[in-house]
C-alpha cells in the first residue's frame, strides 16, 4: 500500500530532551515536507526536501531539524524541544516538486512539558 | 503576512445543504489551487484542484469556483451529507514548486 508513514504517533516528552520524529514514503517520491497545524494557524510548512540531500526552510523552520540522507526518508529533528512546539506534526511527500498532489502522514501528536 | 485567507472558521449545515467555503489569495503568481480534506485523526486528503485557466471544476458533489479577477477560489459541497464533516483547508502553489500555502482551515458539521 502507498502511503506515508510517521513514528511515534503520540509523544510525550520534557523541554530540553532531544527527539526526532521519524517519516519515511513507499511512493519513490522526490518532494518531502514538514508541517506542523496548531489550532486556528492552520498547516504550516517548517522544512521541506526537493531531493536527496536537498532542504529548504518553510515558513517556521525555528527550533528544527531535518536530514534527507535517504529518498524515502525524512526525520524531524528538534534538538532542544520548548513547550511552545507542543503540536501536531505531518509529513508529506510528492512525487516531485513539479507535482503539487502532496500525499500527508497520519501525524504526530508531539506534548513538550 | 497571510497569503491565503479562508472563511469562515467553522460552519454548520444541515443535512441536504450547500456548503460554502471561500478563499483568497493575494499573490498573482500562484498558480494551483487545492483543496484538501481532514478527517479527525487523520493528515489531510486532497480533494479537489484547480487552475486558473478554468472558471469552474466539478468532480460529483464538489465544485470548485475561481475568480481570476478578483483573486478568491470556493469550494461548493452540494447535497451535504454528516460524511462530509471535516476539516477543509485551501491551498495555493506556484508553478514548479512543489511548497503549497495552506489557508486556516474550515471545521464543517453537517448535522443529520
Known amino acids: 500500500e502507498a502511503q506515508v508513514t510517521q513514528n511515534p504517533r503520540y509523544l510525550i516528552t520534557v523541554t530540553g530532551k532531544k527527539l526526532t520524529v521519524t517519516c519515511s514514503q513507499n511512493m519513490n517520491h522526490e518532494y518531502m515536507s514538514w508541517y506542523r497545524q496548531d489550532p486556528g494557524l492552520g498547516l504550516r510548512q517548517i522544512y521541506y526536501?526537493?531531493?536527496?540531500?536537498?532542504?529548504d526552510k518553510g515558513d517556521v523552520p525555528e527550533g528544527y531539524k531535518v536530514s534527507r540522507k535517504e529518498k524515502r526518508n525524512f526525520p524531524l529533528i528538534l534538538e532542544s524541544p520548548s513547550p511552545n512546539q507542543t503540536s501536531l506534526y505531518f509529513c508529506?511527500?510528492?512525487?516531485?516538486?513539479?507535482?503539487?498532489?502532496?500525499?500527508f502522514g497520519p501525524g504526530t501528536r508531539l506534548t513538550v512539558t | 503576512q497571510q497569503q491565503v485567507k479562508q472563511s469562515p472558521q467553522s460552519l454548520i449545515v444541515q443535512k441536504g445543504g450547500i456548503s460554502i467555503i471561500n478563499c483568497a489569495y493575494e499573490?498573482?503568481?500562484?498558480?494551483?489551487f487545492p483543496w484538501y480534506q481532514q478527517f479527525p485523526g487523520k493528515g489531510p486528503a486532497l480533494l479537489i484542484a484547480i487552475r486558473p485557466d478554468v472558471s469552474e471544476k466539478k468532480e460529483g458533489r464538489f465544485t470548485i469556483s475561481f475568480n481570476k479577477s478578483a483573486k478568491q477560489f470556493s469550494l461548493h459541497i452540494m447535497d451535504s451529507q454528516p460524511g462530509d464533516s471535516a476539516t477543509y483547508f485551501c491551498a495555493a502553489a506556484y508553478s514548479g514548486y512543489s511548497t503549497l500555502t495552506f489557508g486556516k482551515g474550515t471545521m464543517l458539521l453537517v448535522s443529520p
Open positions: 508529506a511527500s510528492s512525487l516531485n516538486p513539479d507535482r503539487y498532489e502532496q500525499y
Open positions: 499573490n498573482t503568481a500562484f498558480d494551483y
Open positions: 526536501s526537493m531531493n536527496v540531500e536537498v532542504t
